[in-house]
């Protein structure tokens, strides 16, 4: 499916992670010192996913989401990896490849503003850093909420905007002198540079749970982890 709702600024999101594509995930295990794992395990943990459940992973990049939560739904249940990253999903499809049994996952390409299911439709979701980047995080929420089942939970993963100046002031350092220095190396300094404003104009965890609350959630919750460096937003569908 293509995207729909494609404006020129997420054309251009769309753009770098294509980009940025063939070595995201060596730069993920290099840069978290592998602790992304654990902080997408947890994720997936507070979705609450059963066997035989249809789940949605959105901005599912890589697929290791999709890949996690198609072991937790098993062979009755089914995954679906949406990404606007024809790249990404290459890399996805061709990860699970050579997996037996064939993990039950379709990869659709599409935008995370219009999603091309129907009301109702899946029993939980999970997003591992996509809310930063979407255009629009309102209606981003809006639309994962209408194509969650009533009683469905989501898990958000993605940076955390602290509130806290010191976690904050070791988070620039570390984003300035870590993340964007190793993406050079790869030749991708324009590609990781844009982390630090992102985060910037990201809502801290309350005004995420508040903008929840106004797209239609009866419940969210916003946890720090990884020492506030990182955030999920939990919700639930009434």
């Known amino acids: 499916m293509n995207d729909r709702r494609v404006t020129p600024q997420s054309s251009e999101i769309r ?3 294509d ?6 995930d060596q730069l993920n295990n290099w840069l978290s010192l592998g602790q992304h794992r654990i902080w997408k395990l947890m994720a997936v943990k507070w979705s609450s996913p059963q066997p035989g459940n249809i789940y949605l992973d959105l901005c599912c990049g890589s697929g290791d989401l999709a890949q996690l939560l198609a072991r937790r739904v098993g062979e009755t249940g089914k995954v679906y990896g949406v990404d606007f990253s024809p790249a990404q999903l ?17 990869w659709v390409e599409a935008n995370a503003l219009d999603l091309p299911f129907e009301d109702n439709y899946f029993d939980g979701a999970t997003m591992g850093y996509g809310l930063r980047n979407v ?18 939970q989501a ?3 993605d940076f955390n905007r602290s509130t806290h100046l010191p976690v904050r002031a070791f988070q620039q350092w570390y984003l300035e002198n870590i993340v964007v220095p190793c993406a050079k190396n790869f030749g991708l300094t324009e ?24 797209s239609g959630f009866a419940k969210a919750t916003h946890y720090p982890i990884a020492g506030g460096m990182m955030g999920v937003l939990v919700l639930s569908k009434a």
């Open 155 to 157: 898990a958000i993963l």
């Open 191 to 214: 590609e990781y540079a844009y982390l630090a404003p992102s985060l910037e104009r990201f809502p801290t965890g309350s005004e995420q749970v508040a903008l929840a609350l106004k």
């Open 90 to 106: 290459a890399i996805a499809q061709t990860r699970i490849a050579g997996i037996y049994p064939l993990p039950s996952i379709n």
């Open 15 to 17: 753009n770098l992670f």
């Open 19 to 24: 980009r940025i594509a063939p070595v995201y």
């Open 135 to 152: 255009t629009d995080i309102p209606q981003c929420l809006k639309e994962l909420c209408r194509t969650l089942k009533p009683g469905a």
